[in-house]
């Protein structure tokens, strides 16, 4: 741990009871001035600290924020998000794991921003980005996998985040092909994977991923609204990230073990068991043109199958796919 990750531990260790400054220096082996110095950084984050001459401190109040510290304590991981990046502002976190896996960065190794001012989807669309309400985070998986299935972790990613937000806040998450992640239909996260690779070997793998957390209805623009949502809009009340942002990547270590273990065909379960495009009629929009059909599944390797109206069956590897209602 680090000496503020020691700090913060020891503060929500000893609850509503004060700590002296001679105390805390004694337990992290440091001078009291570096105590007092870390107490006004975490102050300036957010953090509400009671002073008490002759007591000393003790925390009254955590905010919401998603710094390193806060995910460490109490993340129950092997590897994901054992080194971890914060950043008030990035212009995306997926470039900032690029750069982190160029220089050699560990598998696990996890970016987060409270803020992006370039925030991405697929095809290169634009993302919604307030500051201090949603989730950013992207981390380097540096996977022994022939490149065809990389294509099948975007898949896992979306039952893992399906499966907390159902488990954890009771709310009815779904999964619309390939990458996003519904509630009443309207999306509240979406998923981004690149890839680095040779022609024999990937060289790292990044899964970027945003998710619609403590924005209401007056953050929205009109044509937003629309079609998204968030987990406090569905909830009715503020909810913190830091338990969703540890869930997911507990729950994505878990499914991702179980992956190179076992293959793709448990998780192709339990995709579908979250899925709302199956059975469903759907248009499929791709840069050769567009079809309708029902969209019959995945196949064991993650790609949709869909009837078309001649009753031939088309395989869909990368489209646009709007569910008819």
């Known amino acids: 741990m680090t000496l503020r990750e020691q700090l913060l531990h020891l503060f929500k260790e000893s609850g509503n009871q004060f700590l002296s400054g001679e105390e805390v220096s004694k337990k992290l082996g440091v001078s009291r001035t570096a105590v007092w110095k870390h107490i006004e950084e975490l102050r300036e984050e957010g953090y509400i600290f009671e002073a008490v001459r002759r007591s000393g401190y003790r925390l009254v109040t955590t905010p919401d924020v998603i710094i390193a510290e806060e995910i460490s304590l109490g993340l129950e991981t092997k590897e994901l998000g054992q080194k971890i990046y914060y950043y008030a502002s990035v212009d995306s976190t997926n470039n900032k794991c690029q750069e982190l896996a160029k220089n050699g960065a560990p598998h696990g190794t996890l970016v987060v921003a409270e803020e992006q001012v370039g925030g991405k989807g697929r095809l290169g669309r634009v993302w919604f980005s307030p500051k201090g309400k949603n989730i950013f985070m992207s981390f380097i998986l540096r996977p022994n996998l022939e490149i065809q299935r990389c294509p099948q972790l975007t898949l896992l990613s979306a ?81 913190l990230r830091v338990p969703l942002i540890q869930q997911i990547l507990k729950r994505f270590e878990e499914l991702y073990d179980l992956y190179l273990a076992e293959g793709f065909l448990p998780i192709k379960g339990r995709w579908e068991k979250q899925a709302i495009t199956i059975g469903k009629k759907v248009t499929i929009r791709t840069l050769q043109g567009s079809f309708t059909g029902i969209a019959e599944g995945i196949d064991e390797t993650g790609v949709l199958l869909v009837r078309k109206e001649d009753g031939t069956i088309q395989q869909v590897y990368s489209a646009d796919v709007e569910i008819h209602p």
């Open 159 to 239: 039952v893992s985040i399906v499966e907390v937000i159902r488990e954890y806040y009771g709310i009815d998450a779904s999964i619309k092909w390939p990458n996003d992640v519904l509630i009443k239909g309207k999306k509240i996260c979406g998923i981004l994977t690149e890839l680095n690779a040779e022609a024999d070997r990937i060289n790292w793998v990044i899964i970027g991923i945003g998710i619609n957390v403590n924005i209401d209805e007056k953050d929205l623009p009109p044509e937003v609204l629309e079609v998204a949502t968030s987990l406090r809009m569905e909830k009715g009340e503020k909810l």
